[in-house]
């Protein structure tokens, strides 16, 4: 098994590679701009691929012999290009790390803030064009809506919101979504097709993050 991760030199990258290398067999593409001068994985299972991943001749490099790609940034310009050559290649699996609000989903208190924060919601907003770009890819695909993220060791505690349920939940930790990630990669058949929300237990009741 293959996973290619596209943007590799991200945070939440930072957490979900180790755990991969030590926890699982799988081989690995790590791809994004000058991303084995950024990273320093010194592994025979590793393949670094360095380049600009909105460019379909990297991202067809990066994809090479690849079974699951797993997106890091939630971009129309990285998406396309990705969805495109997986279309190529006949590879199915797609995991998104995208972000909350896209389909104008956050109530309450903490969407009042959040819309302070990031602005409201926009059919013509990036990261809405993103998340409709997967979820009409016709692809095995999991968009993460992820809530506002921080760090927090041996914080691995997550709570999913289906798609068209409110979306409520202020913080997450990347650990945490490293483990949602890990537990996509170690069973297959979850989640496919889906959007999901991704929050800390407990946060359902905040307005805002704790660390703002």
Do not use: C, H
Request: net charge negative.
């Amino acid at each position: 098994m293959r996973l290619v991760i596209i943007g590799a030199a991200g945070q939440i990258p930072g957490f979900l590679i180790p755990r991969v290398l030590e926890e699982t067999d799988f081989k690995l593409t790590l791809a994004g701009r000058k991303v084995s001068q950024r990273l320093s994985y010194q592994d025979d299972r590793i393949r670094y691929v360095d380049g600009d991943m909105s460019r379909l001749d990297n991202v067809r490099q990066a994809l090479e012999d690849a079974d699951v790609v797993f997106v890091n940034e939630a971009s129309p310009t990285l998406l396309e290009p990705t969805i495109a050559v997986m279309k190529e290649k006949g590879i199915r699996r797609l995991i998104v790390a995208g972000v909350l609000g896209v389909y104008d989903e956050v109530v309450g208190d903490f969407g009042r803030w959040n819309e302070a924060m990031i602005g409201a919601y926009s059919p013509t907003n990036n990261r809405v064009i993103g998340a409709k770009l997967v979820d009409e890819s016709g692809l095995d695909y999991t968009y993460l809506r992820m809530t506002w993220l921080y760090n927090q060791e041996g914080n691995r505690a997550y709570k999913l919101i289906p798609q068209g349920e409110p979306y409520k939940g202020a913080q997450v930790t990347r650990q945490a979504v490293a483990q949602y990630v890990m537990d996509l990669l170690q069973d297959p058949s979850r989640d496919l097709g889906v959007s999901v929300g991704i929050v800390e237990p407990g946060s359902e009741t905040l307005a805002k993050p704790v660390f703002y």
